[in-house]
Nanobody
């Protein structure tokens, strides 16, 4: 069973940067597609970025394209989300998620298809 733990959230001014990390344990992370989601108060959980098991194929929500970069290191069982040019509307709890995937380049976009979730880390962007 995959266990995920996020870290790196905090308070940052608009225009600033943050790097979120997700540490995986309990299973071979290279068997799992991974993703970042976020949820602001009153909103549904939304897809932010995803990365396939091959560590190369990535995709992003339109709202973060060009500002966020997702990466993973299967050998270190870690995933990261480098966030730049942050905006107040990026304020949310950020979650990392994983689901077992037999496809090396497949990315999953819906929160309902992910089986494993971290506890979340708060990101607050002040204006």
């Amino acid at each position: 069973q995959l266990r995920l733990v996020e870290s790196g959230g905090g308070l940052v001014q608009a225009g600033g940067s943050l790097r979120l990390s997700c540490a995986a344990s309990g299973d071979t992370v290279s068997n799992y597609a991974l993703g970042w989601f976020r949820q602001a108060p009153g909103n549904e959980r939304e897809f932010v970025a995803g990365i396939a098991t091959n560590e190369i194929k990535t995709d992003y929500a339109d709202s973060v394209k060009g500002r966020f970069t997702i990466s993973r290191d299967n050998a270190k069982n870690t995933m990261h989300l480098q966030m730049g040019s942050l905006k107040p509307e990026d304020t949310a709890v950020y979650y990392c998620a994983g689901r077992r995937s037999p496809f090396s380049t497949r990315i999953y976009f819906g929160s309902s298809v992910y089986n494993y979730w971290g506890q979340g880390t708060q990101v607050t962007v002040s204006s």
